[in-house]
């Protein structure tokens, strides 16, 4: 089957602090990988996404690579500031026709000044 | 900038009671999609409407659930005897096309069941 395990939180980290949030998932066929965000009191809102083995999603710092061969698209970011703070998904799709989405449990992320 | 916008933010009903999520999706969007997420757990899907009618639904999705897209704007989702276990944030989303593409999500609606 589909399925997404992200790492738990919550994460606290001080500003500039080099975050990873890990992220595996299990797939039939080819899917494409997705990092979402939520900020407080807004929806979840795309922040990177791959679409096939090795390439490199990138936004606002963040960066995820998608792993086949471990089945891993872990989010990185090398310097994290405040406005940083939020809910992070992953997520992925089957990569058909079809847009349903399966996601991880979410990993809260605080950054302190 | 185009955004989903749900209604209420919260709803607190009696089980047993119905309740009408409310969401207005992006307008040139033509599918989609409900979800929840139910305290501590993971995000799931619980249907897809495309063409005025469900592409998909998950296990979820039973008999008490129904989907409706009333005019050209709004999409609904009804529950139509609520249960504690309904207690959950239920978010919207719609795309543009179906698959590998971005999803445009509201800001959730809180259903609180007591």
């Known amino acids: 089957g589909n399925s997404v395990t992200q790492m738990e939180g919550p994460v606290t980290l001080s500003e500039e602090a080099f975050l990873t949030i890990n992220c595996t998932y299990t797939?039939?066929?080819?899917?494409?990988l997705f990092w979402y965000v939520q900020y407080p009191g807004e929806g979840l809102q795309l922040l990177l996404k791959a679409t096939k083995a090795d390439d490199k999603g990138s936004n606002k710092g963040f960066e995820a690579t998608y792993r086949k061969e471990t089945t891993s698209f872990h989010l990185e970011k090398g310097s994290v500031q405040v406005s940083d703070s939020a809910v992070y998904f992953c997520?992925?799709?089957?990569?058909?026709?079809?847009?349903?989405?399966?996601f991880g449990r979410g990993t809260q992320l605080t950054v302190w000044p | 900038e185009p955004e989903v916008t749900q209604t209420p933010s919260h709803q607190v009903t009696q089980m047993g009671q119905e309740v009408i999520l409310r969401c207005v999706p992006i307008s040139n969007h033509l599918y989609f999609y409900w979800y929840r997420q139910i305290l501590g757990q993971k995000v799931e899907f619980l249907v897809s409407?495309?063409?005025?009618?469900?592409?998909?639904k998950s296990e979820i999705f039973d008999d008490q659930f129904s989907v409706e897209r009333p005019d050209g704007s709004n999409f609904t989702l009804k529950i139509r005897s609520t249960k504690l276990e309904d207690s959950a944030m239920y978010f919207c989303?719609?795309?543009?096309?179906?698959?590998?593409?971005?999803?445009?999500f509201g800001q959730g609606t809180r259903l609180t069941v007591v």
């Open positions: 997520a992925l799709d089957r990569g058909s026709t079809l847009g349903r989405l399966y």
């Open positions: 989303a719609s795309t543009i096309k179906q698959g590998n593409t971005e999803a445009f």
């Open positions: 409407f495309y063409n005025n009618e469900i592409s998909e």
């Open positions: 797939a039939t066929g080819y899917p494409s």
